[in-house]
């Protein structure tokens, strides 16, 4: 048992304290003396020419104090893409430039072009309705493969194509993997697309910019996962400063999913005007500019084969798809659809040859980015989809599919055909344990049950595997990453004992104010309430690469055990000095430093005043102080994995899904607190139920959003999801970490969709439908009532 | 600009309004009181919910000059007493119904009025009362297991 608050202890969230109580503090809740407001004004066309920008009316209105457009920006420098891709041909991407606002063109409906300032909210507002913009609109390009068939209609028009890259993982295997198709006894074969989606954190996304004229310091309090990743993007790449007259504060973020980790326009365009105008400056999104501007996620079209012998043994399998990248490249987005989705399409299966090409297509849609999961739920749900289908073509059980090709736990470490080493795991205990917790046995009951009701009732699988705790610095280099993708933690113990723990990762819903505290808590045997968890300032901590990947723990979490570790050693030098003993000869337990074989020991809380009262150290070789900084690079990637099931009825009338159960049987290595990963499960399959039913980001032929707020984008609601049964205790701990952790927040969403999609397939099959090969996310009653009488 | 008062939390306040000045504005800037939060421009999402009158009303979607003289509740208004956890508030926190708790003042504000009217509810009936409540975070699960829970109900154990 954990002693209480430690590792593994389900410890209740110190921060929910505050978000119950209204004393959060998210960004729009900061307010500076003499703060202005900044309105931004976005295009209404899905490509134009900008001929003209007439601001003297606006510049007339009560309040307005300022008017900046894409001129006033254009000597910045470019918002630039993360990770550089090279074609197939050895050619590197297409990187045209991202400015702050709009310049010469606007690409995408909601694309920022100038910026109203003035002293109300309303009046920058209503100022922005009296700016007189003189665009020329220009045919869209909205459809990816026409956008890659016509090379005369560009969106960006420096670079000559609408292709941003043509990828092929691994180059090398695409010979073997066509060689394997042709001679395979049998081929399945699936179009699919993966649905694009709004990511929709509740909070939008805000801005307060500060700059003081004494110092020519700025300070940006934002909406980020990772401020200093903000800080780095401003200062070194967009707006050319020296990155120490840079402070980015993300204090309560109000979930991010992704949509966060990016730095967007309006940020150095507040900072920008805070400087103009000598004030601070602030720009809260309304929900319609985060469906417009938001980086949205996924939006790949994927013909995905699999070649097996007869009896349903993996022999190969290639995809083809085309990803969109929008109007411009995020920070992330060319890392999405190839490094987090080409490398993961072996799944946890062994089959021998995969070959994947990716082609990311520009269009004049806003930018598309990482959104939880990020690439892997793209290629477990053309995995899962492929297998389900293929068992159906062979006439096998879809768990028995799974179990015969699924990697056996003495094959680990095991390196895959597109380029990772997973280095451990037990695919069997959890579809074993996901069997028993679904009660499969029961379902033909069930099934009989829901069809005296008149519906038809489906089982769906998924088993699936993620990497994560991202990444690998030497590894994500070589493979085109511009940043390291290590943490850092300081923790600093005070004279009085009690501990700031100053970590890089940041908190936006992850509850790493208290689980991070446990941790802390349970390496030096004290009570976690003596320990406080510092994040999301760059003046404090310091460095992160911040939150997403489900990296935090495998990540931060290593970094801070490191420091922890010094921060123990350290002590041991103190104890053997007010012990007079040797320092190989104390020994750390419980929270005392005590002399090896003898009664003589110091409390923790001795140590630490002696560090800060030292007397009589002898200076020449014990310092005072208990502060210790580490920085932590994994060694390999992290390989949480899955085995889930999805039960649903479909009322054959109407088309109407409803989840009837969903069941997830997960591996997270290690479990720091059991309550918050059930909770991130929980979430992760509440968004996966939701793109597989209801969620679609729709664009028409002149790239109009159709689904521009919650009134007409179907987020998931409580009466659209059951309450789910989650399991992780088949543990393998990841072999190369310090807490043997995964991560847990991006399973859900992975692994979901497709055992939704499988489920309703089934049911239609178990119905008579069994004309229906495939139906493409969202399933809405609409897609299967049509489906249905599609014969 | 038009000085308009109400009580709130049990006080008496007033702040200057225009004719267009939501209650979630009046609150949120007049008043100081940014527990209650802006997701959306549709009053779809449900984080502004606060009490008019005993009510769950989207602060965004009524004007404050309308709820002149009115009795108002918002989150900072839930606690007991001596400071602590209201029952509700507690509940939450006991089931891990929050995660970035940018929903959540919403979300216990009608739970606190679906509880007020109807002491208890359904699973079915607690999901279809939060419709107007999106969250992004939970799933839902926690937050419903954490509604039966505060009106005394078993919930399921994981």
Same mark, same amino acid.
């Given at each position: 048992m954990p002693k209480d608050g430690g590792i593994g202890d389900s410890t209740k969230r110190r921060e929910d304290i505050r978000f119950l109580t209204g004393k959060g503090r998210y960004t729009d809740d900061i307010n500076l003396r003499g703060q202005a407001y900044a309105y931004f004004l976005r295009s209404e066309v899905a490509n134009g020419r900008i001929n003209g920008i007439d601001a003297k009316a606006a510049l007339a209105m009560p309040g307005v104090l300022a008017v900046l457009t894409g001129a006033d920006f254009a000597g910045m420098g470019g918002n630039p893409a993360g990770w550089l891709i090279n074609s197939r041909n050895g050619e590197p991407m297409k990187e045209p430039k991202r400015p702050v606002l709009a310049h010469g063109k606007v690409r995408h409906v909601g694309d920022a072009y100038a910026v109203v300032i003035a002293e109300t909210y309303q009046q920058a507002r209503d100022a922005a309705a009296a700016v007189e913009a003189d665009i020329t609109e220009l045919p869209a390009v909205v459809d990816m493969a026409q956008a890659l068939a016509?090379?005369?209609?560009?969106?960006?028009?420096?670079? &000559?194509?609408?292709?941003?890259f043509d990828w092929g993982w691994i180059e090398d295997n695409r010979a073997a993997v066509e060689e394997a198709f042709k001679n395979a006894p049998h081929v399945t074969t699936l179009e699919l697309t993966n649905n694009r989606l709004v990511p929709n954190a509740m909070e939008p996304r805000a801005s307060l910019a500060d700059y003081d004229a004494g110092t020519g310091d700025y300070k940006l309090y934002t909406t980020s996962q990772n401020p200093h990743l903000h800080r780095l993007l401003i200062a070194a790449f967009v707006m050319g400063m020296p990155e120490n007259k840079l402070t980015v504060i993300a204090p309560d973020v109000g979930g991010g999913f992704g949509s966060k980790i990016y730095h967007y326009g309006e940020e150095a365009a507040v900072l920008h005007a805070a400087k103009v105008l000598n004030r601070p400056v602030k720009w809260v999104a309304e929900r319609s500019e985060s469906f417009l501007s938001d980086a949205h996620g996924r939006d790949h079209v994927t013909k995905i084969e699999l070649a097996t012998t007869k009896?349903?043994?993996?022999l190969a399998l290639r995809s083809e798809t085309m990803a969109n990248v929008g109007a411009y490249l995020s920070n992330f987005s060319t890392a999405t659809p190839t490094f987090l989705h080409g490398t993961l399409m072996a799944g946890p299966y062994k089959t021998p040859l995969v070959y994947v090409n990716v082609k990311t297509v520009f269009t004049n849609t806003a930018p598309v980015d990482a959104y939880r999961g990020a690439g892997r739920p793209e290629a477990t749900f053309s995995i899962e989809r492929i297998i389900d289908k293929c068992a159906r073509e062979l006439g096998l059980d879809q768990a028995e599919i799974r179990r015969k090709n699924l990697l056996t736990p003495d094959q680990f470490p095991y390196t895959t055909p597109v380029g990772l080493v997973y280095d451990t795991g037990n695919y069997q205990a959890t579809l074993d344990k996901m069997t028993e917790l679904a009660d499969l046995a029961g379902f033909e009951a069930r099934r009989a049950e829901s069809a005296k009701r008149g519906k038809l009732r489906g089982l769906g699988l998924s088993t699936w595997i993620e990497a994560c705790g991202i990444a690998p610095s030497n590894l994500v280099g070589v493979l085109g990453?511009?940043? &390291?993708l290590f943490d850092a933690a300081t923790v600093r113990v005070n004279a009085t004992g009690n501990i700031s723990v100053m970590t890089g990762a940041h908190s936006h819903g992850q509850g790493h104010e208290t689980v991070f505290a446990q941790i802390v808590a349970e390496q030096l045997g004290i009570p976690a309430t003596s320990v406080e968890i510092v994040h999301g300032d760059t003046s404090k901590i310091p460095f992160g690469m911040g939150s997403y990947g489900s990296r935090s723990l495998a990540v931060a979490g290593s970094a801070m055990t490191k420091a922890v570790d010094k921060i123990i050693a350290k002590g041991k030098k103190i104890a053997a000095h007010m012990l007079e003993a040797s320092e190989d000869d104390i020994e750390f337990k419980d929270g005392n430093f005590s002399v090896a074989g003898t009664d003589k020991a110091k409390s923790f809380g001795e140590i630490a005043f002696s560090a800060y009262v030292p007397h009589n150290y002898p200076l020449e070789s014990l310092e005072p102080g208990l502060e210790e900084t580490a920085f932590y690079d994994p060694g390999n990637f992290t390989y949480p994995a899955g085995a889930y099931a999805c039960e649903v009825e479909v009322d054959p009338d109407t088309g109407k899904v409803e989840i009837a159960a969903f069941t997830c049987a997960d591996d997270f290595g290690n479990v720091m607190n059991p309550m918050i990963v059930n909770g991130q499960v929980h979430g992760g399959v509440g968004q996966g139920i939701g793109q597989a039913l209801l969620e679609n980001t729709s664009y028409d032929e002149?790239?109009?959003?159709?689904? &521009?707020?919650f009134m007409d984008y179907a987020m998931p609601r409580a009466d659209d999801v059951p309450f789910y049964k989650v399991d992780h205790s088949c543990n393998t701990p990841c072999?190369?970490?310090?807490?043997g952790v995964k991560g847990c927040g991006e399973a859900g969403a992975i692994g979901s969709p497709p055992a939704v999609v499988n489920a309703v397939i089934d049911a239609l099959h178990r119905g008579?439908?069994?004309?229906?090969s495939h139906i493409n996310m969202p399933v809405s009653p609409a897609r299967v009532w049509a489906a249905i009488n599609s014969k | 600009m038009t000085k308009t008062s109400m009580t709130v939390n049990g006080k008496a306040v007033s702040a200057e309004t225009e004719g267009r000045t939501l209650l979630s504005a009046y609150l949120r800037e007049g008043l100081g009181l940014t527990g209650t939060h802006i997701g959306c421009d549709t009053s779809q999402c449900g984080a502004c919910v606060v009490h008019v009158d005993g009510k769950a009303v989207k602060s965004c979607s009524v004007f404050a000059q309308d709820v002149e003289g009115a009795d108002v509740t918002t989150i900072e208004g839930m606690a007991n007493a001596d400071g602590s956890l209201g029952t509700i508030q507690q509940a939450f926190q006991d089931h891990h119904g929050l995660q970035c708790g940018f929903c959540t003042p919403g979300m216990v504000m009608s739970s606190a009025a679906l509880l007020a009217e109807n002491p208890t509810p359904t699973e079915a009936e607690v999901r279809h009362y939060l419709e107007g409540n999106i969250c992004r975070c939970t799933g839902y699960h926690n937050i419903v297991k954490a509604v039966m829970a505060a009106s005394g109900q078993a919930v399921p154990a994981e």
């Open positions: 016509d090379s005369t209609n560009l969106v960006h028009d420096e670079i &000559g194509t609408n292709q941003c009896d349903g043994q993996f990453a511009r940043v &390291g002149n790239g109009q959003l159709l689904t &521009g707020s072999t190369h970490n310090p807490l008579g439908h069994t004309h229906v | -």
